[in-house]
């Protein structure tokens, strides 16, 4: 895409009212109509499906064919992690239309649009936040495409004295055709059909034409124009150019945890004020330590290996309140690493080597903590079946062991908190796209219906996209020997009748089948065809014989 050039070199930029308009290419002036109505057609009232694949390759094949072939963009590699990003997101949602697919859809469209726009960025929430701002220079742009033309009286003019030297033509034109009509019933036939087809389009037109549906694509007509009006964005640029990938030495900095007095020497007093703040270091990570070691040492010798709840054992306290405790506590540790190796503490060579590997026990310490709440999160599984939480605390444990691997980073490579924050920004960025590959609903339901367990949660399963229902009716009858509970009030649990369960069911494919023959093609989603399928060639369940819990 062809962007703009603009005498500011930070953000906001000047008035437009004092700037020469930001010109434009055909192929925006074409992408711009085109995308507004296709948004349109795509999204009102429609759900987000096939819908976003097809706006989402619209965009990104717009700015593409624009996107001059020594831009620095095609350079980038992040230009490309978010491209295919989008790519692999966008046909996600059209496969399974869920939450996180959608989501990390607008993130990639959204962070590869500001690649585009500044393709030296590296911090992927800077590229979201250059393609957000873009908008409003992009708006105000096409508030000057709407403005009424200078010189409106003389264009006026013109139009009156050429319509004038029309009348003579349209007038004997109309009497041609009235006379036609007269004498030839033909003519007088297809003129009708005509005049009737253009009047039906008109009745359509109009009656599709309300205030929600004129501000929806006014908003279409807005989002287009923030994808393919690339007007450069300097000041997130400018702030990402500020930072460093390694520490650097302070030599006119002190810390901050001594009183100057007038009497000391300015040397003396940085060499003592830097060995203050080592030995408090040294202090806080032997002692904590040695207390993480205590806490590892119970843990694997309770957790580790053949743990067994009891009867009455709180299983629920012990993964819930346990694991959110021990991933605060994990988070508190890197903090409190980063903020001993933030300065010069890093080239403080008397003691650094001790301090470096104390801090390297302690991450790995934090690492065995983070072992030990993943089996506290597989045991509760494994008792009490899959749930969406389950799923995404292995998908943070995933990225604090990431992180913990970039605080080594830092302790021993002097790596930045900026370096810091863009390798795990990008580590976040890919869980993201990796979990709107996941068809999980399918996969908590196949987990939690399997017979080893003896209650199943039938009230979540059945609150589920519809994708899950034919997996719900192919073991409808086999769930005789197990236990329906739904959600009653917030944690408590009550049986569900087999009756109520069995009407649930057969009214939540009832439901779909009615929908999904309502459905619009741009509200398709594949897996939710599959399941149309399905019920066309299957007739609705009936449950098993359901023992109710007493």
């Known amino acids: 895409m062809t962007t703009f050039t603009s005498s500011s070199a930070g953000w906001p930029a000047a008035p437009a009212a004092k700037a020469a308009p930001f010109p434009l290419t055909n192929l925006q002036k074409l992408l711009l109509p085109v995308g507004a109505v296709l948004f349109d ?18 965009v990104v094949g717009g700015v593409l ?62 590229a979201v936040l250059t393609s957000l701002v873009n908008l409003f220079p992009a708006i105000e742009r096409v508030g000057q495409l709407v403005r009424f033309p200078a010189n409106v009286s003389g264009r006026a003019s013109r139009l009156w004295y ?23 019933p033909q003519y007088s036939y297809f ?64 810390a901050s945890f001594a009183v100057r007095r007038p009497d000391f020497r300015p040397a003396a007093f940085r060499t003592l004020d830097l060995r203050k703040e080592y030995l408090m270091a040294l202090s806080l990570i032997g002692l904590v330590n040695v207390l993480l070691l ?31 405790v021990l991933i605060f506590s994990i988070l508190v540790a890197m903090g409190i690493v ?14 650094l080597p001790v301090l470096r590997w104390g801090a390297t026990v302690w991450v790995l310490q934090n690492a065995v903590l983070a072992v030990s709440v993943g089996l506290r999160n597989y045991y509760y599984i494994q008792y009490t079946g899959l749930a969406y939480k389950r799923i995404g605390v292995y998908g943070f444990l995933l990225l604090t062991f990431f992180g913990l691997a970039t605080v080594l980073l830092k302790v021993w490579q002097r790596r930045s908190a900026y370096a810091l924050v863009r390798l795990n920004a990008l580590a976040v960025y890919t869980v993201m796209v990796l979990l709107a590959c996941g068809n999980w609903e399918i996969w908590i339901a196949r987990y939690n219906l399997q017979p080893r367990f003896r209650e199943i949660d039938y009230g979540f399963l059945l609150d589920m996209p519809d994708r899950v229902l034919p997996e719900l009716a192919a073991h409808a009858a086999t769930l005789g020997r197990q236990t329906l509970i739904r959600e009653d009030g917030y944690n408590h649990w009550a049986p569900w009748p087999q009756e109520e369960a069995r009407q649930a069911l057969q009214a939540r494919i009832r439901s ?16 939710d065809y599959q399941a149309a399928r399905y019920f066309d060639a299957h007739p609705l369940p009936a449950l098993g014989h359901v023992t109710v819990r007493p």
């Open 191 to 254: 003129s009708g059909r005509v005049l009737e087809l253009l009047g039906q389009a008109l009745d359509l037109l109009f009656a599709r034409l309300s205030v929600p549906h004129l501000l929806f694509f006014v908003l279409g007509l807005l989002l287009t124009a923030g994808a393919v009006f690339l007007i450069p964005v300097h000041y997130f640029a400018d702030q990402e150019s500020r930072f460093g990938e390694v520490v650097r030495r302070s030599r006119d900095r002190v």
């Open 41 to 58: 057609v795509l999204f009102w009232q429609e759900r987000a499906a096939l819908s976003m694949l097809l706006y989402t390759a619209f």
């Open 65 to 126: 064919a624009g996107l001059p072939r020594h831009a620095a963009a095609w350079r980038s590699g992040y230009f490309w992690l978010t491209l295919a990003g989008t790519g692999i997101s966008a046909v996600m949602v059209a496969v399974y239309s869920s939450a996180a697919a959608q989501l990390s859809c607008v993130v990639s469209l959204a962070a590869w649009l500001g690649y585009v726009n500044q393709s030296h960025l590296k911090l992927v929430g800077y």
């Open 162 to 184: 050429y319509g004038r030297l029309l009348g003579v033509p349209l007038a004997a034109l109309l009497l041609f055709h009235c006379l036609f009509v007269v004498a030839n």
């Open 294 to 324: 205590v806490v590892n040492v119970i843990d694997i010798r309770w957790i580790w290996f053949g743990f067994v709840p009891t009867r009455d054992f709180d299983l629920t306290q012990f993964v819930h309140e346990g694991t959110y």
């Open 512 to 527: 779909f089948r009615a929908q999904q023959a309502q459905r619009h093609w741009p509200s398709l989603s594949w897996a």
């Open 338 to 351: 980063l903020w001993f190796f933030r300065r010069n503490l890093n080239f403080y060579q008397p003691g």
